[in-house]
């Protein structure tokens, strides 16, 4: 029996030596993989702050883009109010000649009459006036002097005495 003893104890310890190289071997596989992550965070470390520094360089870009935008904004706010300042000055105006036109139509209507006559005497002087300038002048030859009393023509008479009638020809 007591080489059984002796062959259990052997057992045990080659049980243990086996545990022991199978645990050691995990470890360096372990170990190896560690390693591999370590790489990795410390290539991530490395993209982050290229990242950080990137996201920086774009933030304050972004910033002065913002300002930017803002004092453009509040320049194109003074433009639109001056717009609306033109906007506001073209109704009333708008409104000025509306009550103007209301007005002058209302008075028109009022004096109906009175335009009318008006303009009938518009076209009758301006139908004297067509007259007046196709008229032809007067040529002395034409005229004839005669006698209230007789049909002669008196003797020595001027041409310019209110004496007699004209004719034309």
Known sequence: MEVVLYIAALVAAIGFLVLCISIGMTL?????????IAGTVAGIEGQ??????????LLTKTNALADD??????????????????????????TSIQKVTSSISTEVHKNEEKIAQVVQWSNVAMGIADQWRQRKPI???????????????????????KFGFFKRK
Request: hydrophobic letters at 25%.
């Open 28 to 36: 360096f596989s372990l170990k190896n993989t560690l390693n591999s």
């Open 48 to 57: 982050l702050e290229g990242i950080t520094r990137e996201t920086t360089s």
């Open 139 to 161: 040529n002395q030859d034409d005229i004839v002097y005669t006698s209230t009393k007789t049909n002669e023509t008196p003797p020595a008479m001027e041409p310019k005495q």
């Open 69 to 94: 935008i803002s004092d453009k904004s509040e320049k194109l706010n003074s433009v639109i109010h001056a717009v609306k300042g033109v906007g506001d000055s073209v109704n009333s105006l708008n």
